[in-house]
């Protein structure tokens, strides 16, 4: 489970959360933090959308190294930036970031976020005739750390993975980490409800796209389209407690109530947790692709959070599941079905998919990767029939959110996925249900290639 994630918390005040949605600043900067140049790391993100939302908020005095380096970057408040200069090292890097966003996906957007050296405060100028970018001196230059009197080790916190030269196995959820996600500002908080609003004008239904047809099963004119979005808090309490929550638990939520906090942890931040809705940048991303097709039927989709569905919904539905079942107990309803499962152990870079039948030279267990020089993982995809036999699932999943991106990406690939449906499409035109294995690796902080290495295709 990746420590990036959206909150969407119910009590947030209600003038300062529409002062923001009613912001094209922010609604540009919801969009440049789930581009693929941002979204595949842990902490760019939250660097952006911080920075962006004080400043819209007329909260400028807050965006200070120190405050940054507490508030995004799990740093304790009496950390000297003097010695620890991770801010500035992610702000070369955020810098970069921009420049190749507006340079290339973002190039029609009419705004430009720009964030001048020598502060951190962002600017909005007109995205137009704007100079090139100068040369950076050093490409990125990793932060400097000194020993402190900290007590907590040396972790993913005081090492992000964004800067890490080698791969190392990612440590559980700590009182520092959950304290830190949990004092994330409004800006991060309303992402995902903002990156709706910003999409709800997407095109609702289009010719249909014949070399991709499996969108034409899963948004259909006469029955509802349920996509839904990881429950990502969740996963952080599965990771604080060792306990993987059924979904038998999750669909009467017991575990809310049963889940006690582990030692050490704050049980007021605990609850925090329980009561709060958070959900991935990954999973804002797939979202928004969906509501972007030509297939796609705004008026009879609906996106919805994995903690506030039932399975009525799911069996009335087709559904589309963003994320596995560590952070979206749903998939668990399918899994007798599936033939690649995913299986989580406590430590996170444990975790394996299980081939329940491999076919000729396929591995029963495909494993994370901890090659210092790749971080190999896996996702899949599964289109099955639903519950009750007459709509259609999607499954997108991924043992951690690289994997879940890469099975995203594989989907939306036309040239990729044209063999596999051709192989898939009956007589009639209609998709056979299928399962996809896919495979990734991220070296440093470079967004993964995708491919498929190993394809499923049934009957019905």
């Given at each position: 489970?990746?420590?990036?994630a959206?909150?969407?918390?119910?009590?947030?005040?209600e003038?300062?959360?529409?002062?923001?949605?009613?912001?094209?600043?922010?609604?540009?900067?919801c969009?440049?933090?789930?581009?693929?140049?941002?979204?595949?790391?842990?902490?760019?993100?939250?660097?952006?959308?911080?920075?962006?939302?004080?400043?819209?908020?007329?909260?400028a005095?807050e965006?200070?190294?120190?405050?940054?380096?507490?508030?995004?970057?799990?740093?304790?408040?009496?950390?000297?930036?003097?010695?620890?200069?991770?801010?500035?090292?992610y702000?070369?890097?955020?810098?970069?970031r921009?420049?190749?966003?507006f340079?290339?996906?973002g190039?029609d957007e009419?705004?430009?976020i720009?964030?001048?050296?020598?502060?951190?405060?962002?600017?909005?100028?007109?995205?137009?005739?704007?100079?090139?970018?100068?040369?950076?001196?050093?490409?990125?230059q990793?932060?400097v750390?000194?020993?402190?009197?900290?007590?907590?080790?040396?972790?993913?916190?005081?090492?992000?993975?964004?800067?890490?030269?080698?791969?190392?196995?990612?440590?559980k959820?700590?009182?520092?980490?959950?304290?830190?996600?949990l004092?994330?500002s409004?800006?991060?908080?309303?992402?995902?409800?903002?990156?709706i609003?910003?999409?709800?004008?997407?095109p609702?239904?289009?010719?249909?796209?014949?070399?991709?047809a499996?969108w034409?099963q899963?948004?259909?004119p006469?029955?509802?389209?349920?996509?839904v979005?990881?429950?990502?808090?969740?996963?952080?309490?599965?990771?604080?407690t060792?306990h993987?929550?059924?979904?038998?638990?999750?669909?009467?939520?017991?575990y809310l109530?049963?889940?006690k906090?582990?030692?050490?942890?704050?049980?007021?931040?605990?609850?925090?947790?329980?009561?709060?809705r958070?959900t991935?940048v990954?999973?804002?991303?797939?979202?928004?692709r969906?509501?972007?097709l030509?297939?796609?039927?705004?008026?009879?989709?609906q996106?919805?959070?994995?903690?506030?569905?039932?399975?009525?919904?799911?069996?009335?539905?087709?559904?589309?599941?963003?994320g596995?079942k560590?952070?979206?107990?749903?998939?668990?309803?399918?899994e007798?079905?599936?033939?690649?499962n995913?299986?989580y152990?406590?430590?996170?870079d444990?975790?394996?998919?299980?081939?329940?039948?491999?076919?000729g030279?396929e591995?029963?267990f495909y494993?994370?990767?901890?090659d210092?020089?790749?971080?190999?993982?896996?996702?899949?995809?599964?289109?099955?029939?639903?519950?009750?036999?007459?709509?259609?699932?999607l499954?997108?999943?991924?043992l951690?959110?690289a994997?879940t991106?890469a099975?995203?990406?594989?989907?939306f690939?036309?040239?990729?996925?044209?063999?596999?449906?051709?192989?898939?499409?009956?007589p009639?035109?209609?998709?056979?249900?299928?399962?996809?294995?896919?495979?990734?690796?991220?070296?440093?902080?470079?967004?993964?290639?995708?491919q498929?290495?190993?394809?499923?295709?049934?009957?019905?």
């Open positions: 489970m990746s420590s990036h959206v909150l969407l918390e119910e009590d947030i005040a003038v300062e959360a529409n002062r923001l949605l009613a912001k094209p600043e922010w609604q540009l900067a969009r440049v933090a789930a581009s693929k140049g941002l979204n595949k790391s842990e902490l760019l993100p939250k660097f952006l959308l911080y920075v962006c939302e004080q400043y819209l908020l007329d909260r005095h965006v200070t190294e120190q405050r940054i380096g507490i508030q995004v970057f799990n740093r304790s408040e009496g950390y000297n930036p003097g010695e620890d200069n991770i801010v500035r090292s702000a070369r890097l955020l810098r970069k921009l420049d190749q966003y340079e290339g996906e190039r009419s705004l430009r720009a964030i001048p050296r020598g502060g951190y405060l962002p600017v909005f100028e007109n995205n137009f005739e704007f100079p090139e970018p100068e040369t950076e001196s050093s490409d990125f990793p932060p750390h000194f020993a402190s009197r900290e007590t907590h080790p040396p972790d993913a916190a005081a090492t992000p993975k964004d800067l890490q030269e080698t791969a190392t196995p990612r440590p959820w700590n009182p520092v980490w959950v304290a830190a996600l004092g994330l409004a800006g991060i908080l309303l992402t995902a409800l903002a990156w609003l910003v999409r709800s004008g997407a609702s239904s289009a010719a249909q796209s014949p070399e991709h499996i034409s899963v948004f259909q006469n029955r509802n389209t349920l996509i979005a990881s429950d990502s808090g969740l996963g952080i309490i599965e990771n604080l060792d993987l929550v059924s979904v038998e638990e999750y669909a009467n939520q017991s109530s049963e889940l906090a582990p030692p050490g942890i704050d049980p007021r931040n605990f609850n925090d947790l329980r009561r709060q958070y991935s990954v999973s804002l991303d797939i979202t928004s969906l509501t972007r030509p297939e796609f039927i705004a008026n009879r989709a996106i919805r959070y994995a903690r506030s569905i039932t399975a009525e919904d799911i069996k009335n539905a087709n559904v589309i599941l963003i596995s560590h952070t979206n107990p749903w998939v668990a309803l399918f007798k079905r599936l033939n690649f995913l299986e152990a406590p430590e996170v444990q975790s394996y998919v299980q081939n329940e039948h491999p076919n030279a591995q029963h494993r994370n990767g901890t210092p020089e790749s971080n190999r993982t896996y996702g899949s995809i599964a289109f099955l029939p639903g519950l009750d036999g007459a709509g259609h699932v499954i997108i999943q991924g951690n959110m994997a991106q099975a995203a990406d594989a989907l690939d036309s040239k990729l996925m044209n063999p596999i449906l051709q192989q898939a499409t009956s009639n035109g209609t998709i056979k249900p299928f399962e996809l294995l896919i495979e990734t690796s991220s070296i440093g902080a470079t967004a993964p290639g995708a498929v290495i190993a394809t499923r295709v049934y009957s019905q």
